[in-house]
């Protein structure tokens, strides 16, 4: 809603600058992202980005967890175990293929959704809205740094072994990774427009 008394825009040229970095981003593959990834103060800028997200009753209902360099092999063995424990078993060629996700990106980073503290006003899903808009502020952020990025999952991390793994609490669900890096190449897709996804209220008249 828009009245008289609307304040203009303070700096027109930002809004011309938010939009050239969010209709420019695409995520870059994790095999795609080379070094240098983001410095130690850049990934902090980075995660301070992401606590900008829209956050109700202010739960702050996630959390990063970074996997470093010399982790990577612990992280390897991680994807291995819980691709064994697939039904029907994998063969050495996914074996193989799941092992090497651990090696990609020179930063990578695990989100985690929190549950709690209970809230009755804010249900599950409005917390994964606020985890959700936080990593596409840091997405939004690497790419302005000029690094791309990707979120990835996998049926790896929504197994009891990686929870462990990671040390989860009861109340915590890991998400997916993030992975940040140099692209060596970036592939640009076709984005739907505003006609596929607006409409105006047609109320059902009967209620
Ligand atoms: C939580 C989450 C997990 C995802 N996991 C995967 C994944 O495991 N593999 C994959 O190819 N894309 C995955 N995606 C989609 C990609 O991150 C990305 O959004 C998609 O490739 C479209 O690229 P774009 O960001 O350039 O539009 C995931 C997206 C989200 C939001």
């Given at each position: 809603m828009?009245?008289?008394?609307d304040a ?6 930002l809004?011309?600058?938010?939009l050239?970095l ?12 080379l070094?240098?990834g983001?410095?130690?103060?850049q990934?902090q800028?980075?995660?301070e980005?992401?606590?900008s997200a829209?956050d109700?009753?202010?739960?702050l209902p996630?959390?990063l ?5 010399d ?13 064994r ?7 050495e060629a996914d074996?193989?293929?799941a ?11 695990l989100?985690?959704?929190?549950l ?15 985890l959700?808009a ?6 939004l952020?690497?790419?302005g740094?000029?690094?791309?990025a ?18 989860l609490a ?15 190449e ?9 006609h ?8 059902d008249l009967?209620?």
């Amino acid at each position: 809603m828009s009245t008289d008394d609307d304040a203009p825009p303070a700096d027109p040229e930002l809004g011309d600058l938010a939009l050239a970095l969010i209709g420019s981003r695409f995520s870059v593959a994790p095999k795609r992202l080379l070094a240098p990834g983001p410095t130690p103060a850049q990934l902090q800028q980075l995660v301070e980005a992401a606590a900008s997200a829209p956050d109700h009753h202010d739960l702050l209902p996630w959390r990063l967890v970074r996997i470093a360099d010399d982790q990577r092999e612990r992280l390897a063995a991680l994807f291995e175990a819980c691709s064994r424990e697939r039904l029907p078993p994998p063969d050495e060629a996914d074996v193989a293929r799941a092992r090497a996700k651990a090696f990609r990106a020179p930063t990578l980073l695990l989100a985690v959704l929190r549950l709690r503290p209970e809230d009755p006003e804010v249900p599950e899903s409005e917390r994964a809205v606020t985890l959700g808009a936080a990593l596409m502020a840091l997405l939004l952020a690497a790419h302005g740094m000029g690094y791309g990025a990707m979120l990835t999952s996998g049926r790896s991390v929504r197994t009891v072994r990686f929870a462990r793994a990671f040390r989860l609490a009861a109340d915590e669900q890991a998400l997916c990774f993030v992975s940040i890096g140099t692209p060596s190449e970036v592939q640009r897709r076709a984005r739907p427009s505003a006609h596929e996804l607006l409409a105006d209220w047609a109320p059902d008249l009967g209620t």
